[in-house]
Nanobody, 115 residues
């Protein structure tokens, strides 16, 4: 079993910053990829950023230049630094990890950006 615990969400004003964290624990040998998705009300879940085991990061076009994802392999933790936040970034953010081709999800954390 793999458990993911997210933290750092909340309310931020437009233009502000927020940092999300997600720590993985449990039956973990090697994590292939770690990252973040988000889902706004009435919308499908979408990729925000995904960091490979080699440190290569893929970003959604909508967050490029504003968000930075990083991972600490020693702590099995992935971060999402959100800068220049926009109201359209408001969503539930889900941490995800890929281990041996199997995906795991966190419970989700709310991020609200006020205009």
């Amino acid at each position: 079993q793999v458990q993911l615990v997210e933290s750092g969400g909340g309310l931020v004003q437009a233009g502000g910053s927020l940092r999300l964290s997600c720590a993985a624990s449990g039956s973990i040998l090697d994590i292939d990829a770690m990252g973040w998705y988000r889902q706004a009300p009435g919308q499908q879940r979408e990729l925000v950023a995904l960091v490979s085991s080699g440190g290569i990061t893929n970003y959604a076009d909508s967050v490029k230049g504003r968000f930075t994802a990083s991972r600490d392999n020693a702590k099995n933790t992935v971060y999402l630094q959100m800068n220049s936040a926009k109201p359209e970034d408001t969503a539930v953010y889900y941490c995800t990890v890929l281990i041996s081709l199997r995906g795991y999800w966190g419970q989700g954390i709310q991020v609200t950006v006020s205009s």
